[in-house]
C-alpha cells in the first residue's frame, strides 16, 4: 500500500491510497461469502453458491463493491497510521480507481490535529489559594451542619421570608381550571427563588388559610410560556429552628462528644480540603499558562460537533427539567444566547486544550494501567450514584472504555504540567505538591481531585 499525502490547509489533508489488489484478498473472499449467503440460486443451498456462479448470475461489479465497503475502511486506518496524522472528524472518501486483479486507489479528505510544538513548560510561574483556614470557615461548616439538622415548628403569624408554608396551588387561563397545573400540599421555602414568576412576593405576608391569586408564565406542561392566573392557598406556616452550638448538638450530628472536638475535625478536614484546591489550581493554571503560549488552529469540523454536542446536552436538560427554556434559564439566571456564546468560546478552549494533553500524552509515554482504570470508574459511579459493575458494563457495551483511558491519561498529563510549574500561594509562600500528594494519599502522583473526595464534616 502507497499513500501520499497533500495539505489542504493546516487543518485539512487529502491521502492519495494506492493498493495492490492482492491486499484486498481477505476482503474479496468475505464477499464472495456475503454475497452467498444473501442470494437464492436454484440447486444450490444458502451459502454454498461458487463464486463462479454468483458472477455469472450477478456480475464481478456487485462482489467488487461489497469488498471495498469491507477493505476500504481498513486501509484507510492504515493509510493514517502510516504517514503518522491525527484525524478529528470523518474522512469524505472517493473511490477513484479500479484496476479489477490489478489494483485500486482511493482519496480521504479529513480534519486533522495541526501541527505544533509544545513548548517547555518546566518552571512556569502560577499562584494559588493559600490553605489557612479562617474562623469564617468554620462557621460556614457549621451552619451548614445546623440547617441540615434544623426542625421546622408551625407559628401562628404570617409568612416571612426563610419560612416554609405548605400550599395548594391551581392555575386558570381565562377562568378555566387546567388540570395538570393543580398541586397540593406542598411545602415551599418563602424567598428560595421559585421559577415560577411572582410566587415569593405573593407568599410574604400570607397566613394560614388564607387564598390569594397572581397572574404569571406558566413554566410547563401543555401551556408553558402562556399567562394564567395561580391562585394559592396556604395551609400552614413554619418558622426553621437551628439547634444550638453546644455539646449535645456536636454528639447529635457527628462521632464527637464536644462542640471542641467537632471544631477541630471541621478544621481539618477544610484545611486538607484546601490543599487538594491548590493541586487542582495548579494544575489548571500551569496549564493555561501553557495555552497561552500555544496557537493552535482548531479544524470547523471538530469545533462544531463539540458545540453541537454541548447543545443537545444542553436540549436533553431542559427536557429532563419539565420547564420551558424560558423558565429553565432564568432558573439558571442566564440567557440562551449567553449559555450559546460560551459553548462557543469553551468549546475551542476545550479542543486546544486536548490536543496539547495529547502531545504532553505522547512525549510523556503515558499509560493507563487497569487499577488506574479500575479506580476512574468506581470514582465516576460514586459520581453518577450507580454501582461501579454496572458503569463497566455500560462503557464495555458503548465501546466508551477507550474515552476513559484518554481521560484519564490527560489527567495525567495534566498533573505532568502542574507538577513542573512553580507555585506559589497567595500569601508568597512556596508550596510543594509532592508534599501534598504524600499528606493527602501517601504518593507521589495525586489523581485529579473529584468533588466527593473532598470530605464533609
Same mark, same amino acid.
Given at each position: 500500500?502507497?499513500?501520499?499525502? *497533500?495539505?489542504?490547509?493546516?487543518?485539512?489533508?487529502?491521502?492519495?491510497?494506492?493498493?495492490?489488489?492482492?491486499?484486498?484478498?481477505?476482503?474479496?473472499?468475505?464477499?464472495?461469502?456475503?454475497?452467498?449467503?444473501?442470494?437464492?440460486?436454484?440447486?444450490?443451498? =444458502?451459502?454454498?453458491?461458487?463464486?463462479?456462479?454468483?458472477?455469472?448470475?450477478?456480475?464481478?461489479?456487485?462482489?467488487? @463493491?461489497?469488498?471495498?465497503?469491507?477493505?476500504?475502511?481498513?486501509?484507510? +486506518? #492504515?493509510? /493514517?497510521?502510516?504517514?503518522? /496524522?491525527?484525524?478529528?472528524?470523518?474522512?469524505?472518501? *472517493?473511490?477513484?480507481?479500479?484496476?479489477?486483479?490489478?489494483?485500486?486507489?482511493?482519496?480521504?479528505?479529513?480534519?486533522?490535529?495541526?501541527?505544533?510544538?509544545?513548548?517547555?513548560?518546566?518552571?512556569?510561574?502560577?499562584?494559588?489559594?493559600?490553605?489557612?483556614?479562617? $474562623? &469564617? $470557615?468554620?462557621?460556614?461548616?457549621?451552619?451548614?451542619?445546623?440547617?441540615?439538622? !434544623?426542625?421546622?415548628?408551625?407559628?401562628?403569624?404570617?409568612? %416571612?421570608?426563610?419560612?416554609?408554608?405548605?400550599?395548594?396551588?391551581?392555575?386558570?387561563?381565562? +377562568?378555566?381550571?387546567?388540570?395538570?397545573?393543580?398541586?397540593?400540599? /406542598?411545602?415551599?421555602?418563602?424567598?428560595?427563588?421559585?421559577?415560577?414568576?411572582?410566587? $415569593?412576593? %405573593?407568599?410574604?405576608?400570607?397566613?394560614?388559610?388564607?387564598?390569594?391569586?397572581?397572574?404569571?408564565?406558566?413554566?410547563?406542561?401543555?401551556?408553558?410560556?402562556?399567562? !394564567?392566573?395561580?391562585?394559592?392557598?396556604?395551609?400552614?406556616?413554619?418558622?426553621?429552628?437551628? =439547634?444550638?452550638?453546644?455539646?449535645?448538638?456536636?454528639?447529635? !450530628?457527628?462521632?464527637?462528644?464536644?462542640?471542641?472536638?467537632?471544631?477541630?475535625?471541621?478544621?481539618?478536614?477544610?484545611?486538607?480540603?484546601?490543599?487538594?484546591?491548590?493541586?487542582?489550581?495548579?494544575?489548571?493554571?500551569?496549564?493555561?499558562?501553557?495555552? &497561552?503560549?500555544? $496557537?493552535?488552529?482548531?479544524?470547523?469540523?471538530?469545533?462544531?460537533? @463539540? /458545540?453541537?454536542?454541548?447543545?443537545?446536552?444542553?436540549?436533553?436538560?431542559?427536557?429532563?427539567?419539565?420547564?420551558?427554556?424560558?423558565?429553565?434559564?432564568?432558573?439558571?439566571?442566564?440567557? @440562551? *444566547?449567553?449559555?450559546?456564546?460560551?459553548?462557543?468560546?469553551?468549546?475551542?478552549? !476545550?479542543?486546544?486544550?486536548?490536543?496539547?494533553?495529547?502531545?504532553?500524552?505522547?512525549?510523556?509515554?503515558?499509560?493507563?494501567?487497569? #487499577?488506574?482504570?479500575?479506580?476512574?470508574?468506581?470514582?465516576?459511579?460514586?459520581?453518577?450514584?450507580?454501582?461501579?459493575?454496572?458503569?463497566?458494563?455500560?462503557?464495555?457495551?458503548?465501546?466508551?472504555?477507550?474515552?476513559?483511558?484518554? &481521560?484519564?491519561?490527560?489527567?495525567?498529563?495534566?498533573?505532568?504540567?502542574?507538577?513542573?510549574?512553580?507555585?506559589?500561594?497567595?500569601?508568597?509562600?512556596?508550596?510543594?505538591?509532592?508534599?501534598?500528594?504524600?499528606?493527602?494519599?501517601?504518593?507521589?502522583?495525586?489523581?485529579?481531585?473529584?468533588?466527593?473526595?473532598?470530605?464533609?464534616?
Amino acid at each position: 500500500m502507497k499513500t501520499a499525502v *497533500e495539505e489542504l490547509s493546516p487543518t485539512r489533508v487529502k491521502l492519495t491510497v494506492e493498493v495492490p489488489f492482492d491486499e484486498l484478498r481477505p476482503s474479496l473472499d468475505a464477499a464472495y461469502k456475503k454475497v452467498a449467503q444473501q442470494v437464492r440460486v436454484p440447486g444450490f443451498r =444458502p451459502g454454498k453458491v461458487p463464486a463462479r456462479i454468483i458472477e455469472q448470475r450477478f456480475g464481478r461489479a456487485v462482489v467488487l @463493491e461489497e469488498t471495498l465497503n469491507d477493505a476500504v475502511p481498513k486501509l484507510y +486506518g #492504515q493509510a /493514517v497510521d502510516e504517514v503518522d /496524522v491525527f484525524p478529528v472528524s470523518q474522512p469524505d472518501i *472517493e473511490v477513484t480507481k479500479i484496476e479489477d486483479g490489478e489494483q485500486i486507489e482511493f482519496t480521504a479528505e479529513v480534519d486533522i490535529r495541526p501541527n505544533f510544538e509544545v513548548p517547555d513548560y518546566a518552571g512556569a510561574e502560577v499562584t494559588v489559594d493559600a490553605a489557612t483556614v479562617s $474562623d &469564617e $470557615d468554620i462557621d460556614g461548616q457549621l451552619d451548614g451542619l445546623r440547617q441540615r439538622f !434544623a426542625t421546622l415548628t408551625g407559628v401562628e403569624r404570617a409568612a %416571612a421570608d426563610g419560612d416554609f408554608v405548605v400550599m395548594d396551588l391551581r392555575a386558570e387561563i381565562d +377562568g378555566e381550571n387546567i388540570e395538570e397545573q393543580q398541586a397540593n400540599e /406542598v411545602s415551599y421555602e418563602v424567598g428560595a427563588g421559585s421559577v415560577l414568576q411572582g410566587l $415569593d412576593e %405573593a407568599l410574604a405576608g400570607m397566613s394560614a388559610g388564607e387564598e390569594k391569586t397572581f397572574s404569571t408564565e406558566l413554566v410547563g406542561g401543555e401551556n408553558a410560556g402562556e399567562q !394564567a392566573d395561580v391562585i394559592i392557598t396556604v395551609k400552614s406556616v413554619k418558622e426553621k429552628v437551628l =439547634p444550638e452550638l453546644d455539646d449535645e448538638f456536636a454528639q447529635l !450530628a457527628s462521632e464527637f462528644d464536644t462542640l471542641e472536638e467537632l471544631k477541630d475535625s471541621i478544621r481539618e478536614t477544610a484545611r486538607r480540603n484546601k490543599l487538594v484546591d491548590q493541586v487542582v489550581q495548579a494544575r489548571e493554571k500551569a496549564l493555561d499558562a501553557l495555552l &497561552e503560549k500555544i $496557537d493552535i488552529p482548531i479544524p470547523d469540523s471538530a469545533l462544531k460537533a @463539540e /458545540v453541537d454536542a454541548r447543545k443537545h446536552n444542553l436540549d436533553h436538560q431542559i427536557a429532563e427539567s419539565g420547564l420551558s427554556r424560558d423558565a429553565f434559564f432564568r432558573l439558571y439566571q442566564t440567557t @440562551e *444566547e449567553e449559555r450559546f456564546a460560551e459553548f462557543d468560546t469553551n468549546s475551542a478552549k !476545550a479542543i486546544k486544550t486536548g490536543f496539547v494533553l495529547d502531545k504532553i500524552v505522547k512525549s510523556e509515554e503515558l499509560g493507563v494501567s487497569e #487499577q488506574e482504570l479500575t479506580n476512574f470508574v468506581v470514582r465516576r459511579a460514586m459520581q453518577m450514584g450507580v454501582q461501579p459493575n454496572q458503569l463497566a458494563q455500560h462503557l464495555a457495551d458503548n465501546d466508551q472504555l477507550t474515552l476513559a483511558m484518554v &481521560e484519564i491519561v490527560r489527567d495525567k498529563a495534566k498533573a505532568v504540567v502542574g507538577d513542573a510549574a512553580k507555585v506559589v500561594d497567595s500569601e508568597g509562600a512556596e508550596i510543594d505538591l509532592k508534599a501534598i500528594y504524600t499528606e493527602i494519599n501517601g504518593e507521589e502522583v495525586v489523581e485529579e481531585p473529584a468533588e466527593e473526595e473532598k470530605a464533609d464534616a
